[in-house]
C-alpha cells in the first residue's frame, strides 16, 4: 500500500517569515508521518531505488553545484578540515548511490514484533517497532547526509526535516531535487522528506522547538553546533559532542598490525569524528615501534605532540599539553603518550575520552575481553581502525549519526535506532477480573 504524493509550492514570501515557513513544514512533516505508517516496505524501497536512479543521472548537475559550494567555502576561509567534509567527488557519489542500495537491500525494522509471550490470563504480550515519528536533523558541511538521512528516515518509516549548513546550500539542493523526484515517482508524500530552502538561522531555533510537529532531534557538525542544540532544543536530542578516539597499542601486539592500523586510523580521513586523535603505546613496544610510527607519519605530514617518555624515544617532538589530551583535532595532528600496560590505558581514556571509538591491538586475549569490558565507549574495536566506527562499514547501509548519549541510541545511528518500541497485546475475550 502507498500513499499518494502531495506538492506543495511554497513562495518567496513563505521563506522570508521563517517562523510560518517553519511552521508550514512542520504541519506538512506531521501530516506525511502519519501517512508513512501506512507505507508498506515495497513502496519504501521503490522511492530508494528511484533516488538513486536520479542521483546517477544528475552526476554533472550534483558535482557542479557542489564546485561553487567549494569555490565559495574556499572565499570564505572554510578550514581544510571543513572543506574535506563538504567536497563530493564521483567516488563519494558512487558510495551515496551504494548506501541507497544497501538501505533498501536491509530488513524493514517497522512492525516487527519479538518477545510475544503468554501470561497466566491467556494474553499473549510483545513489542513492535514503530517509527519515531518525524525527525529533525540539522548539519553542517557534509551533502551527503542530506541523502543518507533521507534513506534512512524514509526506510524507517519517519517523516524528516533536514537543515543543512549554508555552506553546501546548492549542493543540498540538487541532492533534494533527487530525492523528491524519487518520492514522487514511487507515490510517497512530498513531505516525508523536506529540505528547508532558507539558510536563516531562525529556522535552526525554530526547528528545535517545535515538539507539536517534531519528535527528536539529530545535530551532526561542530561542537559549538551541538551543544547549542542540546542546550536549547525542547525536543529530545540524539548526539555525540566529540570524537576523541583512541588507538591503545598493548606489548602484545603484532608490530606490523599495530604500525598498519595507528597509521590507517590517523591519516585514513583527518576530518571525521571517528579519526584517532590520540596514541597509547606500551613502554614495552614503545622503543621500537615509535620510530617507525613516527617516520610513517612524517610520510603523511602529521605533527605530532608527545608525552615526555615518547620525546626522549622520538627526540625532536613537541610536548603534548594538557590540551593536546582533550582535543578533536581534525587535522594532521596526532598526540602520543607511552603508558604501563592496560589500566593506565584505560584510565587515560576514561579521562579523557569522548565515549565515541576506541580500539586496542593485542593478541592477548583476556586483555582485549578486559578492553572491551570496561572502555566505556559507544564503539569498542579490537585489532582494526577506528576508522569502521561508521554505519556504512557496519552493515546499516547509512548513518544518521554516531550518538555518544545513552539513551536511546548509541554509536551509528540506523535503522533500529530511529525506531522505537510499543507494547502489543493479543487476547481472545479476556477480561481483568
Known sequence: MTAHATHSVIGAADINDVDAYMQRLGQ??????????????????????????????????VLAANARDLERGRANGLDAALLDRLALDEARLNGMIEGLAQVAALPDPVGEIDGLRARPSGIQVGQMRVPLGVIGII????????????????????ACILRGGSEASESNAAIAECIRR???????????????????RAAVGRLISMPEYVDVIIPRGGKSLIERISREASVPVIKHLDGVCHVYLDASADPEKALAIAVNA??????????????????????SLLPRLSSAYAEHGVELRGCERTRE????????????????????????????????????????????????????????????????????????????????EYGLGAEIGISTDRLHARGPVGLEGLTTRKYVVFGDGQIRS
Not at 46 to 56: D, G, I, N, V
Not at 187 to 193: E, F, G, I, S
Request: charged share 25%; aromatic share 6%.
Open 266 to 287: 590517523k591519516t585514513q580521513r583527518y576530518g571525521t569524528c571517528n579519526t584517532m586523535e590520540t596514541l597509547l603505546v606500551d613502554a614495552p613496544l614503545a622503543a
Open 139 to 158: 548539519y553542517e558541511s557534509r551533502p551527503n547526509v542530506t541523502l543518507e538521512a533521507a534513506s534512512l528516515c524514509l526506510k524507517s518509516g519517519n
Open 313 to 392: 624515544i622520538l627526540g625532536d617532538v613537541s610536548p603534548a599539553s594538557e590540551a593536546d589530551w582533550e582535543a578533536e583535532y581534525l587535522a594532521p595532528v596526532l598526540a602520543i603518550r607511552v603508558v604501563d600496560g592496560i589500566e593506565e590505558a584505560m584510565a587515560h581514556i576514561e579521562r579523557y575520552g569522548s565515549r565515541h571509538t576506541d580500539a586496542i591491538v593485542t593478541e592477548n586475549y583476556g586483555l582485549a575481553r578486559r578492553f572491551m569490558a570496561e572502555v566505556d565507549s559507544s564503539s569498542v574495536i579490537v585489532n582494526a581502525s577506528t576508522r569502521f566506527a561508521d554505519g556504512f
Open 182 to 200: 524519487g518520492l514522487e515517482e514511487a507515490r510517497l508524500p512530498a513531505a516525508a522528506v523536506q529540505v528547508v530552502a532558507t539558510t536563516d
Open 28 to 61: 506538512g512533516a506531521r501530516d506525511a508521518a502519519t501517512a508513512m505508517r501506512r507505507v508498506d516496505t515495497a513502496a519504501k524501497n521503490a522511492a530508494l531505488t528511484a533516488m538513486a536512479r536520479h542521483l546517477e543521472a544528475a552526476r554533472a548537475e
